[in-house]
């Protein structure tokens, strides 16, 4: 939770946002974030994020799907309530298959989700600052923190060189905050 | 200079001269919109529709199951029947956005949405047939295996009818995850241009509060890969597993191997049909014919054709198998579904699944719209018929004669369909409404390879040799 100043530039296309981003980086200023209205590609890259564990997550999950449902039929079948269907062994790991395999989809799907929601904060009644309402429709959205270090202006005469369409400054919430969206607050006001 | 480059040969993705802005807005307007009186009859009507379902369930519920016509000898009837088939309707759906994914089939944006939120509908509809089939339905909840005072006792796990309870269920929550995670940015793209303050707040709590930030971008990339590497060996699961509710069974008729591949196809075959019933009448509706173009309804017509033909095979197969079998029990099932007293649905399921799609080995028909769409709806219908051959033409003789008998539905039995329907089309019509229809993220990743007046820019290089294009371009990338 904190208030920042951020100078923003906005794009129109991506074309001009990957050298924009290069240049603010060799720079030095400190990008706050990239806002797109759709995945760019190689953008991840270009602003230095590494690869998402994401995935590595959903495997764990998988896992767990896998273990709790083999163990808890395996459990039940064999030690809990024995019951003899046509004289069939009791721990019959074909028939187990089925229901494991969709409780390995189940959890990894929903571990993922969730996971998902957590590393990107968001949950339905979360806000966070939208630095233009066009970020999500056609303009490619840079906000730089600034400080006590730099010039505003000089900032924004940089970003308006690196082909930016539209440049401001704004005070805003760096974070998420609950909040409604038809409030107009650019940070938690209460 | 862009060199994002896909080949001539392929029509383009979205006609028109469009601006990420104007995807925006041709997609979202429906949203912003009063609806037109053609939604307001069909919304009423589906209402009323799923009213007369809820009466007739309401029914069988207070008399019983012996309100419908099922008997000792055919047990299961029209519910299983409607179970199956809108299970394998959706089908498609996770089909095209999890498998075209992972094909990288660019054409999978323009109706992947729809077919989803098809998919979600469609296994809502038939989760309420096996729930009602119970009979005591208010005891459905016996089925989950929870800690429970009598014993506890378990329900059986080697049972293929408990397999399906997972198989339904996880695909349910599956399904709809996949689908609401695409659905996060778009609504947040609504919320952000939202004039009123409702709506602002509505889409606000949908959005979750998304903002298109680089990183939250990168994760959800690595969702959509992961969620659909899973949903497409699942929903080949889903149906293999309705499959083994026949095929576990020593029924003849049921008996066999070939069927999880035949109900995969099936579902598939039938799924795409409802694609296609749905979305020619959306993008004719809501006016997005620039999204959901001739071409993608052609890619679908092939899909039908194939899966057709697959369906075709595995009839004559199950055919030359009861023959080739010499056992007289498979063989005079299969010669009683041909000329026995339920020929006419054998012979239904025949034309209309094997024999009409054919048709669409001609490319004019499967750019032919109204062809399309009477085509997708006779193929419902025979896969419906399908179903009904598999269940009641397996049941209704059984090896006991003095037990033969003839199986006939009541009204609650084809108002619990109806009803269905309206459930289906109800949330269908208040999905158009409300959601983004297209995908419309995905949309914009794709316009400036696929799109129309991309394309088209794109024709000075096409004319270039190649030694010119490497003389412009040798320093562009240092």
Redesign the interface.
Known sequence: MAIKKFAVACYDDE?VLFPAVKKVRNSGYKLH????????HG??QA?G?K??D??IA?FIY?ITGTSTALG??SW??TS??P?N?GG?PHF?LP??I??T???T??F???G??LT??Y????????????FH??????LFVMAIELNEHVSEQEVIDFLKSTGAVETNVQVAESE?WYG???KEEAYQTA | MHLKYESFVREPLVNGDKTYHQVTEDIVRPIEQKPGRMWYAGFIFSVILLCFGVFSVFWEVYWGIGVWGINRTVGWGWDITNFVWWVGIGHAGTLISAILLLFRQGWRTGVNRAAEAMTIFAVMCAGQFPIFHMGRVWDAFYVLPYPNTRGPLWPNFNSALLWDVFAISTYFTVSLLFWYSGLIPDFATVRDRAKTKFRKMMYGIASFGWTGSAKNWQRHEALSLVLAGLSTPLVLSVHTIVSFDFATSVIPGWHTTIFPPYFVAGAIFSGFAMVQTLLILCRRIMRLEDYITIGHIEAMNKVIVLTGSIVGVAYLTELFIAWYSQVIYEQDAFNWRIVGPYWWSYWAMMTCNVVSPQLFWFKKLRRNIVFTFIMSIVVNIGMWFERFVIIVTSLYRDYLPGSWTYYSPTWPEIGFYLGTFGLFFTCFFLFAKYFPVIAIAEIKFVLKTSGENYKKKMEPIEEESTEEFIQKHVDAHH
């Open positions: 074309a974030d990239v806002y797109t209205p759709f995945p760019v953008l991840d602003l994020h690869e998402t994401l995935h959903g998988g808890f039929m039940i079948f809990d309530w019951v269907f069939k019959s028939a187990f089925p229901i395999f969709e409780l989809v189940l990894a799907a929903v993922m989700v998902f929601c590393l990107n904060q968001i949950m339905p009644g979360v806000k966070k600052h939208v309402p066009r970020q999500t429709d056609d998420w409604r969206w038809d």
